[in-house]
Antibody, heavy 119, light 108 residues
Framework: QVQLQESGPGLVKPSQTLSLTCTVS??????????WSWIRQHPGKGLEWIGY???????YYNPSLKSRVTISVDTSKNQFSLKLSSVTAADTAVYYC???????????WGQGTLVTVSS | SYVLTQPPSVSVAPGKTARITCGGN??????VHWYQQKPGQAPVLVIY???DRPSGIPERFSGSNSGNTATLTISRVEAGDEADYYC???????????FGGGTKLTVL
């Protein structure tokens, strides 16, 4: 059973960089066959793709966030990470990591972590 | 950009059938996936590739997709089905990776 767990600061100051890590257990990122994804949900709102990474390092970013997003992978630790720069209050959200099949089916999700942007 | 349109809310009595729609331009030519999200929890996949059910999802959940509308159908609705439901389309060839806005299902 694949499990994903987000970790990182729950509070980030405006203009700083939000950094989260997702640790995967029960499956190996380096086995391939999946996109390792970040999705966020603003309070009381819907789901928004942030982007994803393949084990090889190839990435996709939501065009609306592309200039501020970096997703990286560390196969030795079976982790992947999200960095979102120059954050504002509009980036306050629950951030989920998830596994997507190559057809985009999100079959396993982390529990989510709330990140608040505030001074 | 590609937009998926869902009704904000659907209400249904217990034991009845709920239908949640997801509208998109020629969505019938694409694969649609559906997720259920209960308060304070992560989304859970309930339908993929328009109409397939993951293991553990009751047969009461079904899906269809044709023309400009995909539909999630929940038969014999139970109180435990009350949740937000999101449709999702992924079409990498067209650079489409989007979610619908979500539908809140209320069981009366």
């Amino acid at each position: 059973q694949v499990q994903l767990q987000e970790s990182g600061p729950g509070l980030v100051k405006p203009s700083q960089t939000l950094s989260l890590t997702c640790t995967v257990s029960g499956g190996s990122i380096s086995s391939g066959g999946y996109y390792w994804s970040w999705i966020r949900q603003h309070p009381g709102k819907g789901l928004e793709w942030i982007g994803y990474i393949y084990y090889s390092g190839s990435t996709y970013y939501n065009p609306s966030l592309k200039s501020r997003v970096t997703i990286s992978v560390d196969t030795s630790k079976n982790q992947f990470s999200l960095k979102l720069s120059s954050v504002t209050a509009a980036d306050t959200a629950v951030y989920y990591c998830a596994r997507a099949t190559l057809d985009g089916v999100l079959d396993y999700w982390g529990q989510g972590t709330l990140v608040t942007v505030s001074s | 950009s590609y937009v998926l349109t869902q009704p904000p809310s659907v209400s249904v009595a217990p034991g009845k059938t709920a239908r949640i729609t997801c509208g998109g331009n020629n969505i019938g030519s694409k694969s649609v996936h559906w997720y259920q999200q209960k308060p304070g929890q992560a989304p859970v996949l309930v339908i993929y590739y328009d109409s397939d059910r993951p293991s553990g999802i009751p047969e009461r959940f079904s899906g269809s997709n044709s023309g400009n509308t995909a539909t999630l159908t929940i038969s014999r609705v139970e109180a435990g089905d009350e949740a937000d439901y999101y449709c999702q389309v992924w079409d990498s060839s067209s650079d489409i990776r989007v979610f619908g806005g979500g539908t809140k299902l209320t069981v009366l």
